[in-house]
């Protein structure tokens, strides 16, 4: 997970609710009722434009421990958001209040703060123009409603992985299912109104084996990655797997978490005799389980337009990537890195019709042929890089919270000429594969990085050997990706992603996918992370 530790998110979001109201929904009609009293009053009230975003936010999580269930959550949050200009400056304001004088009071509110902004700010707020697009509706294109499943079905399901773990080999185990479902809808002055229907899951553990004799631990955390999908994600087709050379089985489009937890236990065991790397300079190939969370802190956040300009430097840093290295064609990476951002992928956990300022969402360029062409960029932002339009990566966590500017799905775009895992191997000579997302540090500019992983092999004359241990790479990012020397095709690629992105103050989280197929970086620094506390 990035942004947010996992303590903090087991609080509630919203009230607690039995299981089965987590199928219900707010009528259309009703929703719209209530858009059309906020846009009125905040019309009213002097303002030059207005949005509104009616939200049911709602999520399931499942919490177990070897043969325990630790907790089920289900939770519900329902209200409304305001945005308006008024003078040329922003307002906000939110209630719970669904009746036609508490939205309305909203909206006075939001017109009143955007008026006393007004008063401070020096250049009034510039928005890239939208089209209305009247009624229309969006819906993740799940097979089935993961809150529809019962909740006897995923505690079966959790215990029955913590089992096969256990029997495999592992000390302790834990697992856990987050299930969330957006349902949001939008209207604006420009005259539309949009309602999607979003749905969001991840099957997350981690498997622990101990020699008992030296007391000595090793740890293996889940291959799945975090998606947006319906409950059919787990149903663990058998071809949705992708099997690495050296017999690791990885996941596509579907999970088999039994499966996948059976391996664990069997691979931390195994880590606990593995032998340290010793550091010095490798070839890495990089499985998408990891590869997608450097591309995360290392492409996506730097590319976030307003890190660039300096806005969020109180949390987490800006970029080094600054807008004079677009100017002068700045060499991201080698020639065969070509990076994109897109709200339309199938299956991310960014995946929308539209975002949370009306914007119909697409793909576009970040790095192209390995040159810095673009960033990401909402309606306020757009005309800062010279362009005409938001590129419709403008996101809130809740109804109660503003909505900015948030990473869209960043990927790598897989190789074009035909290449295996296999065969990208055979002529590395001193290398090492990695597969799984570990811990990483990152500087306040997105420029200095090191990265773990969850399984580590050696790679000697173009065969993979033994597993290693304590590894975790060091990177420049310019210089990383300019040692890209190869990308596997298409039939390779894979997303995983982030399930608690952390921005903004006060804190938002989101969900972002990254897609990537392996591929091989040249001469990377290798670091031993064991501490010899003899």
């Known amino acids: 997970m990035s942004g947010l530790g996992l303590a903090g998110l087991m609080v509630p979001f919203g009230r607690v609710i039995a299981a089965e109201e987590l199928v219900s929904t707010l009528d259309v009609a009703i929703k719209k009722a209530i858009a059309d009293t ?3 009053a905040a019309r009213d009230a002097g303002a030059s434009y207005c949005d509104v975003r009616v939200g049911r936010y709602l999520q399931q999580f499942v919490v177990t421990r070897e043969d325990k269930v630790q907790n089920v959550v289900n939770t519900e949050s329902t209200g409304v958001g305001v945005r308006v200009i008024a003078n040329g400056a922003w307002g906000f304001a939110a209630t719970e209040d669904l009746s036609t004088e508490g939205v309305a009071k909203a909206a006075r509110q939001a017109a009143a703060i955007a008026k006393a902004n007004s008063r401070l700010q ?25 809150m529809e ?9 959790l215990l029955g992985v913590n089992a096969a773990a256990m029997k495999a080999g592992a000390d302790f185990v834990n697992s856990t299912l987050f299930l969330v479902n957006e ?13 999607q229907d979003v749905h969001r899951i991840w099957a997350p553990f981690t498997v622990t084996a101990v020699d008992k004799a030296s007391g000595k631990f090793r740890t293996r955390d889940g291959l799945s990655a975090p998606m947006g999908m319906g409950y059919e994600y787990l149903d663990g087709k058998a071809e949705h797997k992708y099997v ?35 550091p010095g300079k490798y070839d890495l190939v990089l499985d ?7 591309i995360h802190e290392n492409v996506g956040h730097p590319l976030e337009l307003d890190r660039v300009l300096g806005y969020e430097a109180n949390y987490a840093g800006t970029s080094f990537a600054t807008l004079d290295k677009r100017e002068n064609k700045f060499q991201y990476g080698s020639g065969i890195v070509n990076l994109f951002a897109d709200k339309v992928q199938e299956g991310s956990l960014g995946a929308v019709g539209f975002d949370d300022e009306g914007v119909k969402t697409k793909r576009w360029d970040l790095v192209k042929d ?23 990566c403008c996101y809130a966590d809740s109804w109660a919270s503003v909505q900015f500017q948030r990473m869209a799905n960043v990927s790598l775009a897989p190789g074009k000429t035909k290449l295996s895992v296999a065969d990208m191997i055979k002529d590395v000579e001193k290398g090492i594969y990695i597969i799984g997302d570990g811990s990483f540090s990152i500087d306040q500019q997105r420029y200095n990085a090191q990265f773990g992983g969850q399984l580590f092999y050696e790679i000697e004359n173009g065969k993979i050997t033994r597993m290693l241990e304590d590894v975790a790479y060091q990177i420049r990012t310019p210089e990383f ?9 298409e039939s390779d690629y894979r997303l995983g992603g982030s399930f608690f992105d952390g921005k903004g103050q006060p804190g938002q989280i989101s969900a972002v996918s990254h897609g990537a197929a392996t591929t091989r970086f040249d001469g990377v620094n290798i670091i031993n992370t064991a501490r010899n506390l003899g």
């Open 149 to 157: 499943v019962p909740i006897k079905d995923k505690v079966d399901l």
């Open 38 to 40: 906020a846009l009125q």
């Open 288 to 294: 998408p389980t990891n590869l997608y969370l450097t």
């Open 183 to 195: 349902q949001k809808y939008f209207a604006s002055t420009d005259g539309s109104y949009i309602d």
């Open 370 to 392: 390995g040159v810095l062409v673009n960033y990401q960029a909402i309606r306020d932002q757009a005309h800062i890089i010279g362009e005409t339009e938001s590129h419709g």
């Open 481 to 489: 990706w300019n040692a890209c020397s190869a990308i596997c095709d």
């Open 122 to 146: 020096t250049t009034p707020v510039q928005l890239a123009p939208v089209k209305g697009v009247g009624e229309v509706s969006w819906r993740s294109p799940i097979a089935r409603n993961s």
């Open 244 to 278: 690495s050379p050296n017999g690791v089985v990885n996941y596509g489009k579907s999970y088999d978490m039994v499966e996948d937890a059976v391996a664990a236990a069997k691979q931390a065991r195994e880590k606990l005799t593995a032998p340290s790397v010793k």
